[in-house]
T-cell receptor, first 114, second 114 residues
Framework: DSGVTQTPKHLITATGQRVTLRCSPRSGDLSVYWYQQSLDQGLQFLIQYYNGEERAKGNILERFSAQQFPDLHSELNLSSLELGDSALYFC?????????????FGQGTRLTVV | GENVEQHPSTLSVQEGDSAVIKCTYS??????FPWYKQELGKGPQLIIDIRSNVGEKKDQRIAVTLNKTAKHFSLHITETQPEDSAVYFCAAMHPGAGSYQLTFGKGTKLSVIP
């Protein structure tokens, strides 16, 4: 158990809908990262938050947004869902925003858009 | 941005043999290189990492080597066991101004044949 908790584990929804994925980082970790994993793209970095502030953006679509709350949990919001958004979404957390620190992953949320 | 290439994409070895997975990175500023193991239905698990001021690191049956000049790093698993079967990802961390992100290779599916 990495200590990073993601909910829900599975999500099935229709095209055009909006969903929210939740991540609770390890105790004491201030940084949260979101990754998308699809079969042909590997692990794609979406966005990073540190202590409530957005710090880095990767290949995140404009239909997607995220935030980190004062209690440090984070939510990833996906809207106007398309079939191609079906993927595993992982959250990871680490202690620091800079420096060579380990990132620990949650078990992921499997999103299926039908 | 950083680009990480990983080879091979699939690897089959006999139990007891060694397995080697190689990665190259493009950004000379990357300074932290973790390896993750992902089992079916689970999140990536950090198994070993190496920092840019070290050339080699070993932990029991796994070792990682880094060649900064050539910008490549490798994972070595000796005396492979069936439980080593999984997808392995390499990653490179690029430090920036107050943020960093991990860029992943596309993964290697390792199968250890009993």
């Amino acid at each position: 158990d990495s200590g990073v908790t993601q909910t829900p584990k599975h999500l099935i929804t229709a095209t055009g809908q909006r969903v929210t994925l939740r991540c609770s980082p390890r105790s004491g970790d201030l940084s949260v990262y979101w990754y998308q994993q699809s079969l042909d793209q590997g692990l794609q970095f979406l966005i990073q938050y540190y202590n409530g502030e957005e710090r880095a953006k990767g290949n995140i679509l404009e239909r997607f947004s995220a935030q980190q709350f004062p209690d440090l949990h984070s939510e990833l919001n996906l809207s106007s869902l398309e079939l191609g958004d079906s993927a595993l979404y992982f959250c990871a957390s680490s202690v620091e925003i800079t420096g060579n620190t380990e990132a620990f992953f949650g078990q992921g949320t499997r999103l299926t858009v039908v | 941005g950083e680009n990480v290439e990983q080879h091979p994409s699939t690897l089959s070895v006999q139990e007891g043999d060694s397995a080697v997975i190689k990665c190259t990175y493009s950004d000379s500023a990357s300074n932290y290189f973790p390896w993750y193991k992902q089992e079916l239905g689970k999140g990536p698990q950090l198994i070993i990492d190496i920092r840019s001021n070290v050339g080699e690191k070993k932990d029991q049956r796994i070792a990682v080597t880094l060649n900064k000049t050539a910008k490549h790093f490798s994972l070595h698993i000796t005396e492979t066991q069936p439980e080593d079967s999984a997808v392995y990802f390499c990653a490179a961390m690029h430090p920036g101004a107050g943020s960093y992100q991990l860029t992943f290779g596309k993964g290697t599916k390792l199968s250890v044949i009993p």
